[in-house]
């Protein structure tokens, strides 16, 4: 279907049916529950999931599959928001312009840094495109203010002109992003029994826009093309010798994921339209690094697992307080309590990124596979035992390279 | 010809740290070939050695002072630094003062323990692994070692005072014969540019004077063959990485007066230090000092008003600037060897 094989549809399907049922799955437990705070089925958070998954895809395509390691990428999801903030405010609250100005804007703007950080590749790269990223971010955060607003960012106001759109609303505030008059934080609640779902306009926009690029990234990673940019990351130097150009391809690659960023940026603006230097600055490259790593760098579904991954436990880990953690372990004896309290507390709350930090390290270490091989590896196991003996055989024969 | 001067000399302090932290960076590369991401927070931590120092100096016990009273009537209590207790309010005020100079000691075995552990149980096992697995894995530590700082110091800038004696200015403009008060230097900034050029002429005195260096340096052109003399090449590695570790740990503990250390200083200080590294041409020793002087002068110039009413902004990517040209048109960076990450 589509032009996949039925691996890759079955991949699809899943992946499509987990996003679109997203408010049912992410909300299991009822909402006055003890469980409701690790619910994750409320719009923010889960607009927050596909957002950041397409901007893992994006990221996967150039990392993951050519092994140039981008420490800048942030930049592109930076430069994505601004320009569909700046739409907003010239021409209409409709998101579908500000979505396709912020790809192209951080498509060319991929060209132009891509173009010069690729005559470099290894170490050298990934330091030319941290540069560049923490030039932009400067120059976005100084001189650039009057287009980016400086420290308080880009926001919308009442006196933009807004041409095909208006300025202000009849009770004179500021109209929401919209796309053909469907409200983007317009969300139909469905409650069942104790249970809340919350449908969001912006989050099925944001979803079916992710579904598409995951179709996007299955297509290039089975494509002559994909092909190609595997073998950047296993042999340039071959690749060179037998008379290939590995430049074009590399490029590509790279503007690309620029433009998956600037898709993820224009996305994030059109959910809330405001957009901060801080987006670009190299701790946001470095957290899509995170998530790609950690679910797995050079697969299909890893940096949308990754993404998902690390949002959700953000999100409910520094929710997470003493308090909560006094009730939980109540039923222990006092001391017990206490000391485990004491032992668990820096990893929660706003620990959070002390565990991420622990976390990443060990999958760097153990697991360079990231989530994704987990799953693999634990998925063996269970087979290893159901056929004890076939699958001995079976991994004798494994040809060697 | 005072305003050149007052540059060069506020770029030297910020230069030295660059020159510190690249200098640990470019040790650790030319021998063990990491790229090490976690060299900002070893830098950071360095400067909260100082912050630990000073605040064990000042732990106090509080006794109630009958001589003293508050405007009611009641005795005030006073608190004692157990230090001053110990030694006397003389020579025990002296010492809390003189915390952030004496963390120097207090620093070198702490640098020098955490860079071994870091070296035999962590990066020893990521030699043979890709350099992106390796900067993979040090930023992850890096980001560790940042929030167990935070833990422990919270998020807050803690400010941590020079000694008393070196918080006045130094008035250059009257030592040179200029008008006076026309360029005039903090002295703790000048005691930062000594304390970095003795510590890096003492490493290159290291390397290049005694026998131990000797092999060092010949272990960094050619491993393998110094690893078949019979020579334990290894372990000399592993006492350059404590010593790098604690070259970034000096340089931490004497800035921290100059800026209040927080936990993410490292990170704001080790993108910078890449770029010096980069520009001064990986694995080069002189190239990382030489580049670290050089952009931090270079910065400094260019957050003159003269300058930036040009081209507006421009202090803020110079760096990154000079970095970017540097890389496209000498691509092994002003003192680069031949033949080092040219993969």
Known sequence: MFGLDKKDTTLLIIVAALTLAAPFLLNPFPTDSAMAQFNAGYPDLMQRFVIFGIFAIGFNILFGLTGYLSFGHAAFLGVGSYSAVWMFKLLSMNVLPAILLSVVVAGVFALLIGFVSLRRSGIYFSILTLAFAQMSFNLAYSVLTPITNGETGLQLTLDDPRVLGSSSTADGSIPVTNLFGAEMRATYEMVVGPWNFQFNTGYYLSAILMLLSFYLAIRIFRSPFGMMLRAVKSNQTRMNYTGLNSRPYTLAAFVISGMYAGLAGGLMASMDPLAGAERMQWTASGEVVLMTILGGAGTLIGPVLGAGFIKYFENIFSKINEGILHSWFSFMPDGLEDTLIALVYPFIGKGWHLTLGILFMLVVIFLPGGLVEGGQRIGRLFRRKKSGQETDKSTQSTPAE | ?343
């Open chain 2, 1 to 343: 010809m005072d305003a050149i001067i007052l540059q060069i000399l506020n770029g030297l302090d910020k230069g030295s740290a660059y020159a510190l932290i690249a200098l640990g960076l470019t040790l650790i590369f030319g021998t063990l070939g990491v790229v090490n991401f976690a060299h900002g927070a070893l830098f950071m931590i360095g400067a909260f050695c100082a912050v630990t120092l000073s605040k064990i100096f000042n732990l106090s016990y509080e006794v109630i002072d009958e001589s003293q009273t508050d405007f009611l009537g009641n005795p005030l209590k006073v608190k004692t630094p157990y230090v001053e207790s110990w030694f006397g309010p003389e020579l025990g005020g002296a010492i809390i003062d003189w915390a952030v100079p004496l963390a120097i000691l207090f620093s070198i075995p702490i640098m020098i323990a955490i860079g071994f552990i870091m070296e035999r149980g962590l990066i020893k096992h990521f030699y043979k692994r890709p350099h992106a697995d390796q900067i993979l894995v040090t930023f992850g530590l890096a980001i560790v070692l940042q929030e167990i700082i935070k833990y422990f110091y919270g998020a807050n800038p803690i400010p941590t005072p020079a000694p008393e004696a070196l918080t006045g200015s130094f008035d250059f403009g009257a030592f040179l014969g200029f008008q006076a008060n026309a360029v005039i230097y903090p002295y703790w900034r000048l005691v930062y540019f000594a304390f970095a050029a003795v510590i890096i002429g003492g490493v290159f005195a290291f390397l290049q004077f005694t026998t131990f260096g000797m092999v060092v340096r010949a272990g960094m052109a050619d491993r393998e063959t110094v690893g078949l003399l019979g020579i334990n090449i290894d372990r000399r590695f592993t006492i350059m990485f404590g010593i790098a570790a604690a070259v970034a740990g000096l340089a931490g503990v004497m800035y921290a007066p100059i800026n209040s250390p927080n936990y993410h200083m490292g990170m704001d200080f080790l993108v910078l230090s890449f770029v010096v590294v980069v520009v001064g041409g990986m694995g080069s020793l002189p190239g990382a000092v030489l580049a670290g002087f050089l952009l931090g002068i270079l910065e400094s110039f260019a957050s003159m008003n003269e300058i930036k009413s040009i081209f507006p902004g421009i202090d803020q990517i110079i760096i990154y600037l000079v970095a970017i040209i540097i890389l496209l048109t000498r691509p092994r960076g002003l003192m680069g060897r031949k033949g080092v990450m040219e993969d």
